[in-house]
């Protein structure tokens, strides 16, 4: 993984171009946040199986091929400070939330209603190329950023809105209104004395991930950091099936 240069940096579509931007200014913003010691640390991180919040959510699973790279930028971030390593097979970003954590109770009927309106949506939907490029904070977790040529992703978020509005399902998240991208959890914070850990994010802002392209999605119930023991996937979608 290497930071790209200006020299080498390939042209970018202007709706990457808007979301690389606005990532940038999340950047500032908590980084700033975190450094006066504002991180929100998760209550339930030491005691994982006391935890039973659960969400409905679309998600869609890292390709194995990337787990290298995010393993080794995890390990070199874990020897700035301690903090909460999300294991290989929690690697996901999300599609779109349906249920929030501590606003869900499993209705099978309504899942399987949610996987019917879902499965017609996605067969015309093409297959997602994600571009992973660089590491960014909030104010809980570290994640690597995944953007998009086009705004294809967030007019689906906002068709299934529309879709399965009778189910009063989560709200898009501010930002995602106004621009949509990717994240993929790598670390959450077990501390708020970050200095350390910050500064090594800043190292890796503009390194290069890798690309990957998505054909499958799935309908899955996760706790908050996506442990295997703790997922049921209810079902799995083909993009572009119809």
Not at 46 to 71: G, M, N, S, V
Not at 195 to 216: C, D, K, M, Q
Request: proline content about 7%; overall charge negative.
């Amino acid at each position: 993984m290497r930071p790209r240069s200006q020299d080498t940096a390939p042209s970018v579509s202007p709706y990457r171009a808007a979301q690389e931007r606005l990532t940038e200014e999340m950047w500032r913003l908590n980084r700033t946040r975190l450094l006066r010691g504002e991180a929100h640390i998760d209550p339930f991180l030491d005691q994982p199986e006391e935890d039973q919040r659960r969400c409905l959510t679309l998600l869609a699973r890292i390709p194995p091929t990337l787990h290298p790279a995010l393993l080794d930028m995890q390990a070199r971030l874990l020897r700035a400070g301690p903090a909460f390593g999300y294991p290989t097979a929690s690697f996901h970003f999300t599609i779109r939330g349906i249920y929030d954590y501590g606003k869900y109770t499993r209705v099978d009927a309504d899942i399987r209603e949610i996987g019917e309106i879902l499965s017609r949506l996605i067969s015309d939907l093409p297959p997602l190329t994600v571009h992973f490029r660089g590491v960014n904070v909030n104010r809980s977790a570290v994640f690597v950023q995944g953007f998009y040529d086009t705004p294809t992703l967030g007019t689906f978020r906002l068709a299934i809105a529309e879709a399965l509005a009778a189910f009063r399902v989560a709200p898009l998240p501010t930002l995602d209104v106004d621009i949509d991208f990717a994240w993929v959890n790598l670390l959450r914070f077990t501390r708020t004395d970050l200095e350390s850990l910050v500064g090594a994010v800043a190292v890796f802002r503009e390194v290069e991930v890798g690309t990957a392209e998505i054909h499958e999605l799935e309908l899955s119930e996760i706790d908050k950091f996506c442990l295997p023991d703790s997922t049921v996937r209810f079902r799995t979608f083909k993009a572009g099936s119809g």
